[in-house]
């Protein structure tokens, strides 16, 4: 027999042993995790005997799919694990010490109440038992001090500061906590609306053409907001097929609709300025279908958006 038929022949005996492996891996997978580890540990031993005699890629394949189901249960194992968080009992530990510091029991009590010096060179003596080196404070439970003075103080300039202000002043923000998210809200529905009708009026169109301002960039992404609603609420819709995103009001589809397979999308759209200037310039865009804003500041100096947009 020559050296190729013999290292054929070698390659047949370690697939044949890593399949045996594998088979009996599958089997004892309960068995692994019920274990205490050896008989995993075992297997682990037969596949480092088999990966040394290991020199072609077919037997390797076969080793590292016994290397992915060790691992597997390795970590299955891990999950097993019972973690209890509440077996250091704190409060437990610090009463140890303090018996320690000042002696058992009542007595404890009595000496720190009187005011007598603790005995750290006892505790001290306790933990050289079980470590010759002193402990990192990382080691510690609990924080060293709190900034309980520092959050007073600032509590207290904000005491001071809201004092300082006017009654005006006072009425004046709150008004504005009360009414700004409801003025807000109001305008938003509004807006809404209206750019809707401005859709069914001008019918199919290139969405670029309808949200983008070319001379404001806010406004073209407030404008993506409006539409956003209405393409949530199924009144309008996005036809891409043509390679162009054309959208275009429709009415709202019912639930009969969605039972015979219709189904609704919505997507993230991405917009910063250099690409709101790259579609103004491919497009040519010089005006945006839905009318700009103008803002304007009311009596009590809140700024408002004055639309446009056609009712």
């Known amino acids: 027999m020559d050296d190729s038929e013999q290292s054929i022949l070698e390659r047949r005996q370690l697939r044949h042993g890593y399949r045996s492996l594998l088979s009996d891996a599958a089997a004892r997978k309960k068995e692994y995790l019920e274990d205490g580890g050896s008989l995993l540990l075992e297997d682990l031993d037969r ?55 000042y002696g058992p029991g009542r007595n404890a009590d009595e000496q720190q109440m009187a005011g007598a010096p603790p005995d750290w060179a006892a505790v001290g003596t306790v933990a050289a038992r079980f470590s010759r080196q002193p402990p990192r404070l990382s080691y510690i439970f609990g924080p060293l001090m709190v900034a309980a003075k520092e959050r007073r103080r600032a509590e207290g300039a904000r005491r001071r500061e809201r004092a300082s202000l006017t009654g005006t002043q ?88 969605y039972q015979s397979g219709l189904t609704k999308k919505q997507l993230i759209f991405a917009l910063d300025q250099p690409t709101w200037r790259t579609i103004v310039d491919t497009y040519a865009i010089d005006r945006c279908l839905i009318p700009p804003r103008r803002s304007k500041r009311d009596d009590a100096g809140l700024s408002q958006i004055s639309s446009q947009v056609p009712v």
């Open 47 to 101: 596949a480092n005997d088999l990966f040394s005699a290991v020199q072609g890629t077919a037997e390797g394949v076969l080793d590292s799919r016994f290397l992915v189901m060790s691992a597997d249960i390795g970590a299955r194992r891990a999950h097993m694990m019972r973690i209890d968080s509440a077996a250091f009992d704190s409060l437990e530990y610090v009463e140890k010490v303090r018996e320690v510091l």
């Open 170 to 257: 006072q009425a004046l923000i709150e008004t504005m906590a009360e009414g700004d998210v409801k003025r807000q809200e109001n305008q938003t529905t509004k807006l809404v609306q209206r750019v809707h009708r401005l859709m069914v009026q001008t019918g199919p169109v290139n969405l670029f053409r309808l949200v983008i301002n070319p001379d404001s960039f806010a406004q073209s992404v407030e404008n993506i907001f409006y539409v956003s609603f209405l393409i949530r609420d199924g009144k309008a819709y996005i036809d891409d097929s043509s390679g162009q995103p054309i959208i275009e009001a429709c009415e709202p589809p019912q639930q009969e609709d």
